[in-house]
């Protein structure tokens, strides 16, 4: 069982930008990938970024160029960093295991984004 921390939600202006962080509560270097998701009003939670053991990434077409997402091992910690925040990026930010494990869900953290 893992528990997941998600923190540096926050209220932006457009343009603005963020970092969030996800803490483990133990090792995550066994996790092969780990994702970013995100879940806004009346919407369904969506894949947002990923990011292997090796570190290679991927990314929803609407954050491509925007956001990075990254991987600590040893401090057992996921980050993403989101540049150029717009409106439609206001959500609750989670991480999960990619694919997501139920037990893993965490609290989240808010983001949202002032036009």
């Known amino acids: 069982q893992v528990q997941l921390v998600e923190s540096g939600g926050d209220l932006v202006q457009s343009g603005g930008s963020l970092r969030l962080s996800c803490a483990a509560s133990r090792i995550i270097s066994s996790i092969y990938t780990m994702g970013w998701y995100r879940q806004a009003p009346g919407k369904q939670r969506e894949l947002v970024a990923s990011?292997?053991?090796?570190?290679?990434?991927n990314y929803a077409n609407s954050v491509k160029g925007r956001f990075t997402i990254s991987r600590d091992n040893a401090k057992n910690t996921v980050y993403l960093q989101m540049n150029s925040l717009k409106p439609e990026d206001t959500a609750v930010y989670y991480c999960n295991n990619h694919p997501p494990i139920t037990n893993y869900w965490g609290q989240g953290t808010q983001v949202t984004v002032s036009s």
């Open positions: 990011v292997t053991m090796g570190g290679n990434t």
